[in-house]
């Protein structure tokens, strides 16, 4: 029977205790570690059993045991010390960013995204790019950045795992509700909801909007499930990464433009906009049409200053990750703002068109984002150099290594992931504020001054708590799954918590294998059960819910761990979230990792065991590939990539377990006097001192302010200058630039130098530049020159303006350029030319480019 109203009761907070409410829903909790002392205090029980949500605690307690805190001096002491450590830091003008910046008045940046993973308690993500996230938005508070983030609050969030006798993987998708979760419904001045519309093909959509506090940073959330919308529309926010590709346009719209939308309803006018993977392009879509509307712009005017405000982090290394819709989705949803743009469908469609005009291509949403940004970056080193690859055809002409995709190498928040035993000697060893100055090297030098055996106690006592806490989880799946008593009691004795523990932790994706060691059982099993010297191996993950591949491969690690021989050594641990990723990066030994290079776009599962002290063992991929040193951990391979992915899995397996037999076990087995493996904690200190510094979000967001966000603000307030003078300017450049340019070539190229140039000799280049019509000013010609390699490349060129000499010939101009002759070996050079306008946010932005051909070049010996 249905009810007809429907009503919540909560337990009424003494006065005493209203200030757990100030807690609760200040996401700051979730990386406190004496909030989260304080809530545990409250009911310990409760606290594990509502998930970990002080909401949902603090509106299940009894209303005797209120009371009861409530005469607690003692406990109102901790409140009280609790609430002045967050009053204090909200309050703090002492942030990195107002020391560097000054006490900014607005927000500079919007962050985007699809997801967001804060805390186990407000499930609105998936996996990696929901953590970045969510670990961005932490650091951004940390260093007093003016940052607000925007999602979508779902329903149902992402699946909770569970899996059958057999280990396949079923899904669950229990329902959210937002009322006893740490986040709270937008109300306007006069009480009634902030709602926002959106036009979906013409069917109108109202936003309810939330907000999430993390610490100094908003994160505003929309909401489609709300009475007046038709059911098909609610449930466009009602499961994250649900239905089909239609689903998926419509939450990228919401997202985009409903997200834009919502700032505006807030009163907030951001400068920056950061779109974190392209499920948030349209965003750039609508701040189009708003210049439009609002400064009378045209298309291409408004293009220029979109662009030159918005930042794009891709995560993807494979074009089949990205999302593309039909020609015809793109015209169902989007013919309205095509009209105010002034744009034919085509034209519209070009926008996220790799070769525009082909007119069977779909729309991509990565090369939108490309389009409206002036900072394009992958989230390691590796991975923006295969995205430079992957998308050359827009940057026809242009060198792969100088196509404007940077690297801002992905971090993790340390004090999220760090156990609170490590916090206390980071705390004690490190110095106050530590946290905030994650990314100065300085801090973690002083690490050294931690004594080993405190060190290794501290990270004996989390291995076996792991241990306690799979105990309880591998017995607690068992009887779910309808297991007998003595498989029950056999699991409550599993693993060792004195042996050596391997974490394998991620979603179960072909590429990243998961399977990889378990390809020769035999030689596993003498590795696993080395009399004296265990090791026991801890897996973790989900599959998509579609992925049957990934649901294959948690099958076969279940039924390998049900094998007599590896039942005590071999684990899966059911619905991997944060609080199971807590225990085992806070708790194992060594973090594995074997995705097949080049796949795996960064990966930071392995830095938050990096910050616990665990050691990481790794295919040189992602950030493994610019972090790996020796003596911080281990390599699988070279960084060799192969054709055969079948002989590729055979070698490195065979590598991985070399690795583990010959170095890895040794050398934690071989003990001191005090028992304390020395040579192991050697590595541990030299990966804590080099690596801590580099891979946390606090160092990641510094990068994003200095090298992104402020340089970007700093170019739309150039180009917003004097009513939009510049980006009409330049706007109405490039369109000339753009038709004249098939006109623009190398006519001659002479170059004056001997057969055998001398170290400290010269070249002399000149290059004749027929400009058609074009101005010299719009062009300038560079000398591209570097070593030869094998005859043919050209190694490491370096790229040397040529000057406007003065002489003409019509339309052809004459350019020089001497070039000093600083090493020896073979070398070459040509001439090519690139569009030059002093507002142009970097060389190739028009992707317009003119090489010499060899046939229009001239050389003869220079004078003796």
């Avoid at 940073?217 to 059911?231: C, E, K, Q, S």
């Avoid at 594995?592 to 910050?611: D, I, W």
């Avoid at 003065?806 to 070459?828: N, Q, W, Y």
Wanted: glycine residues 8%.
């Amino acid at each position: 029977m249905r009810p007809v109203k429907t009503f919540l009761v909560r337990p009424a907070l003494p006065e005493r205790l209203k200030t757990l409410e100030e807690l609760a829903y200040n996401l700051r909790w979730s990386w406190d570690h004496e909030t989260i002392n304080l809530f545990r205090r409250l009911d310990r029980q409760l606290w594990e059993g509502s998930g970990h949500n002080p909401v949902l605690m603090l509106g299940s307690m009894a209303q005797e045991r209120l009371q009861e805190l409530a005469q607690d001096d003692a406990f109102f002491a901790h409140l009280d010390a609790v609430v002045a450590g967050l009053r204090d830091y909200m309050a703090s003008p002492r942030t990195w960013y107002q020391k560097q910046y000054g006490t900014p008045s607005r927000p500079l940046v919007a962050y985007f995204s699809l997801e967001f993973g804060l805390t186990e308690s407000l499930p609105i993500y998936s996996g990696g790019l929901g953590i970045l996230a969510g670990d961005h938005l932490k650091s951004a508070s940390e260093l007093g950045v003016p940052l607000i983030g925007v999602g979508l609050l779902y329903q149902k969030g992402y699946f909770r795992q569970y899996l059958t006798s057999d280990g396949w993987q079923q899904e669950r998708h229990p329902s959210n509700d937002f009322s006893v979760m740490p986040l709270r419904p937008v109300y306007a001045d006069d009480g009634t909801p902030v709602r926002v519309r959106v036009e979906l093909a013409g069917r109108p959509l109202l936003l309810r909007l939330w907000n999430a506090q993390v610490g100094r940073v908003t994160l505003v959330l929309l909401d489609a499930n709300i009475p007046g919308n038709p059911p098909d529309l609610q449930d466009i926010t009602g499961q994250l990464y649900g239905g089909d590709s239609d689903m998926r346009i419509r939450q990228e719209i919401v997202l985009g433009v409903g997200g834009i939308r919502a700032l505006h309803a807030l009163g907030l006018r951001p400068r920056v906009f950061h779109m974190n993977e392209g499920h948030c392009a349209f965003l750039g879509i609508e701040r189009i049409r708003q210049l439009i509307l609002e400064e009378r712009v045209s298309f291409r005017e408004a293009l220029e200053i979109v662009a030159a405000s918005g930042i794009f982090t891709t995560h993807t290394p494979v074009p089949a990750g990205i999302d593309v819709f039909s020609p015809d989705q793109i015209e169902h949803y989007f013919a309205s703002f095509r009209e105010t743009f002034g744009l034919s469908r085509e034209e519209f469609l070009d926008l996220g068109r790799a070769q525009p005009g082909r007119s069977d291509e779909f729309f991509n949403m990565a090369v939108l984002a490309i389009r409206t940004a002036s900072m394009v970056n992958g989230v390691s080193r590796l991975h923006a150099r295969i995205s430079r690859a992957m998308w050359r055809n827009l940057w026809p002409g242009v060198p792969t290594d100088e196509i404007p995709i940077a690297h801002v190498t992905n971090g993790v928040h340390p004090q999220s992931w760090i156990s609170n035993e490590m916090r206390h000697i980071y705390d004690s060893y490190l110095g106050p504020g530590w946290a905030e100055l994650a990314g100065d090297t300085r801090v973690w030098r002083r690490s050294a001054q931690v004594p080993t055996d405190e060190l290794w106690r501290t990270h004996e006592r989390r291995r076996e708590r792991l241990v306690r806490f799979t105990r309880r989880r591998l017995a607690l799946q068992l009887r779910l799954r309808g297991a007998s008593v003595p498989e029950v009691a056999e699991a409550e004795q599993t693993l060792d918590p004195k042996a050596l523990t391997i974490g394998f932790g991620r979603r179960f994706a072909t590429y990243k294998r998961a399977t990889l060691m378990l390809r020769d059982p035999v030689r596993l099993e003498r590795i696993l059960n080395a009399p004296g010297r265990p090791v026991q191996i801890l897996f973790a993950g989900k599959a998509h819910p579609a992925d049957e591949p990934g649901k294959e491969l948690i099958r076969q690690v279940v039924q390998i761990a049900r094998r007599p021989e590896f039942r005590r050594r071999i684990v899966f641990l059911e619905n991997y979230d944060q609080s199971v990723a807590r225990y085992l990066v806070q708790g194992v030994d060594v973090w594995l990792n074997t995705p097949r290079r080049p796949l795996e776009a960064s990966g930071t599962s392995g830095m938050k065991a990096l910050f616990n002290g665990a050691l990481n063992i790794s295919i040189l991929d992602g950030w493994w590939d610019e972090a790996y040193t020796p003596g911080t951990g281990w390599a699988i391979g070279q960084g060799e990539e192969y054709e055969d992915d079948e002989y590729r899995d055979r070698v490195e397996a065979g590598a991985l377990l070399d690795l583990l037999e010959n170095e890895v076990v040794p050398l934690f087995y071989q003990r001191g006097p005090d028992n304390v493996p020395p040579g192991w904690m050697a590595l541990m200190r030299t990966a804590i001192t080099t690596l801590c510094p580099v891979f946390n979000t606090n160092r990641m967001v510094h990068e994003y302010v200095v090298n992104g966000y402020l340089r970007a603000d700093e170019r739309r307030a150039r180009l917003e200058e004097d009513n939009f003078r510049r980006a009409r300017e330049l706007a109405r450049w490039k369109e000339r630039v753009r038709k004249g340019w098939r006109d623009v070539q190398v006519a001659r190229v002479e170059i004056a130098l001997a057969d055998h140039t001398r170290v400290g000799g010269e070249v002399d280049v000149r290059a004749w530049v027929r400009t058609g019509t074009l101005a010299a000013a719009d062009v300038v010609p560079q000398v591209y020159l570097g070593k030869l390699h094998e005859g043919r490349d050209l190694v490491e060129p370096e790229i040397v303006p040529m000057e406007n000499q003065g002489a003409t010939e019509g339309d052809v101009v004459l350019f020089r350029a001497v070039i000093p002759c600083r090493t020896s070996g073979t070398h070459g050079l040509t001439v090519r030319v690139v569009p030059h306008h002093v507002d142009l946010g970097q060389p190739h932005e028009t992707g317009l480019i003119t090489w010499a051909s060899s046939s229009g070049a001239d050389t003869s010996a220079a004078d003796a």
